[in-house]
Structure formats: structure tokens, C-alpha cells
């Protein structure tokens, strides 16, 4: 026999039950096809209501199925025959790509059929004669994709056709294609999971591939505005200079896969303050690895200066006693405005007594303005993205 002939041949699993409708009755019925080889190579289960001889009529004229069929005279008996199909019988477990079909329904894989191992000797013995086959019953496809390894789908924060992508690489490690759609909507949150809702209703084909054009045509960001959020993504003063970089790679990446590696160096270089950048020199950093490294190093020597950094004593340098009271003084939270329930106001609390209300309130609203002026501004990047998004008319 050529290879060419061994690569056609598929083995069927036939077996021997009771019947559910007569249990003092033995039934035939067909279990599985398995092929042997090529991609689809595995063993396939017919379901219940297509097991039945009457359902595979061309098959049981074959020579081997039927001298099979003729040979199981007992019941929880498990036969195998392997035959080489002629192209009239191929057409009825098969489509023109060689997926494994059955009047209008693919098969899904299974395990392969066994007896029933006994418990004891003497329950061996009275059974001997009726073995019962095992069918290992199919997870869950929720149970099954909680094995992938991919974050839920964000609308607003996910990169549409990178996680699309990686979607489709665990499905296709955990299940077949036909199932992809409903894997979909397990790892779907917020408005995702009502547009999933809405094309159950209106896409009349079901395909995977209809399925995947529809999403991204939804979902995959078409204005400029992520774009530009990546490129102007800054770093902010007394942050963490690494998860700065970290982010910054991320969303570059997510913005475009081919940018080159050089470019992505400099993005981030772009985005950290001057006395950050003159720290790094620019021929020794060649690569994102390096640059991390060179961030990691900095980081460390950074946080290092700052723990050994001696505390100031703001009332050093003064004179006498009196200048330090006053001093003290000065810096203190008016309790008087604290009891009338008004914190947070710095001045002394003769001026409360002798000066007007209103210069009281002035001086009070000037010192604020001050210590406000110290606070250090966080990044930025998305409050500019948010202002130049919103119609703010112009002076």
C-alpha cells in the first residue's frame, strides 16, 4: 500500500449498548471516525442522536464495518475497523477542506472509547459478559478558556487588533474555530459585551471570520488621538522614572508594532526632564534593554541620595529666642479660624483680633495662593488631551 493510501484511511470505533428505548435489547451504534493523519488528524465523536446504524447506511455496506457489525454478537462489546473510504462515502464525513462533517454538523474531538474497569474481582466476574464503555463527558467552554492567558477586552484602554491577535492564538490552542464566537464573549467587559448582544441579532453569518472583520471595524481606533496621547506621554516630577519608561514602551507598542527600535529609545528619552537626560549618555544606550538598565541604575541612585539626605531644621540660623517664636508663630494654623471652622488659614491671631474682616480674609486668601504655588504638577499629558479635546473658546 502507498503513503498515499495510508494518509486516506480512518478508523471508526463501533460499540455495543443497551437500548435506551428496550434495555433487555443490545443496540450497534458508531462512536467515532478517526483520521489518521494530515492537520486534522484525531479522533472525532458522533453525537447521540447520530450514532444510530440507520444514520450511517452507506457505511455499514462496506465489507469491513459490516463484517464488524455481524461479529459483535454480545453486548459492551468495542470494535475498531480501519478503512480507506470510497469518494461517495468520503463526501458524507467530509468538506472539501478535510474537516471532519456529519450531515451539516462538525464533530468535535473526543477521547478514545474504553471498557469500564471493575471495581473487585467478584463484581468482574458477575459483569464480565456486559462491559459498559466509558465516554470522558467534554468540559465547559468556560471552564476550558479559563486556561488562556489573555486580560479582558477594554474598549477604552485595549489596543483592538493586538488583543484580537492574541485571542485568537489561545483559542486556537484551546478549541476549534466554531467556537470562537461564543469563547468571544467570555473575555468582553462594558460596552463590548452589548455590541456582542446586538450581532447575535443582525449578523446572519456566523462564521469566525465574519465575526473578527465586524469587531475590528468596531473597535480599532481610527482618529489620532491615542497616537498622539503615546507620543506626548511625559514623565512628571517625582515619579518613578522606570514605570514612566514601562508605560511609555506600552503604549508606543500598542500604537505601531514596526516602529524601530531606535525611535522608541528616543520617544522616551523625548518625554524625561533635562536633569534626568543629562545623566544618560546617549553612545552607550543603543537599545530599550540598555536604556532600562540605565533608568534602573539612576532609579536606585536617586532613591539612595534621597534616604541619606539630612533633614533642615527651618529654625536654624535664627538669632534669639524671640525670632524663633515668631517664627513659629508665623508657620502656625490660626486656631481661632480653626474653631470657627475655617482650617488651613496661616497668620497671627493678633491680626484676627485688631485688623478688619475683610483684610483678615485677603491676607489669608494671598498666603494660600503661596503655598499653592509649591505643589509639584503631575503629568500633565492627559489633562492637555482633555483640554484641547473640549471647545474652549478662544480669547
Known sequence: MSVADEDERVRFTIFSTADTKDPKSTQILIYSIEVLSGPNAGIYGFTSEH????????????PVISGIIRAMKSRGQIRRGLVKLPQEVRDLYFDEYDNVVFLGDYLEETTQLEKQKQPSTQSQSSTAKDPV???????????????????????????????????????????????????????????????????????????????????????????????KYAINFKYYIGGNVNEYARK?????????????????VLMVIAGLPDNITSKIKRDRITSVNELIVELNQLEYSVSKNASLKPKVNKTEGLNNQSDRKKFQNE???????????????????????????????????????????????????????????????KN
Open 331 to 393: 508657620f502656625r494654623p490660626c486656631s481661632i479660624c480653626e474653631k470657627a471652622g475655617k482650617s488651613g488659614r496661616y497668620h497671627p491671631e493678633s491680626e484676627w483680633r485688631t485688623a478688619k474682616t475683610s483684610r483678615t480674609f485677603l491676607n489669608t486668601n494671598f498666603k494660600v495662593k503661596n503655598l499653592e504655588r509649591n505643589v509639584n504638577v503631575t503629568n500633565n499629558t492627559e489633562i492637555e488631551d482633555a483640554l484641547n479635546n473640549e471647545d474652549v473658546p
Open 51 to 62: 450514532r444510530h446504524l440507520s444514520k450511517h447506511e452507506s457505511l455499514c455496506k462496506l
Open 248 to 264: 511609555k514602551l506600552k503604549l508606543l507598542a500598542e500604537t505601531n508594532t514596526t516602529l524601530p527600535e531606535e525611535w522608541r
Open 133 to 227: 464503555p466509558v465516554i470522558s463527558p467534554r468540559k465547559p467552554l468556560q471552564s476550558i478558556m479559563k486556561d488562556a492567558v489573555i486580560s479582558k477586552f477594554n474598549e477604552e484602554k485595549t489596543n483592538a487588533l493586538i488583543w484580537l491577535k492574541t485571542f485568537e492564538e489561545e483559542c486556537e490552542r484551546l478549541v476549534e474555530e466554531k467556537e470562537f464566537r461564543q469563547a468571544l464573549k467570555l473575555f468582553l467587559e462594558g460596552t463590548a459585551i452589548e455590541w456582542y448582544e446586538m450581532n447575535l441579532i443582525l449578523l446572519q453569518d456566523k462564521t469566525w471570520v465574519n465575526w473578527r472583520k465586524e469587531f475590528l471595524e468596531n473597535f480599532t481606533s481610527k482618529g489620532w488621538s491615542r497616537s
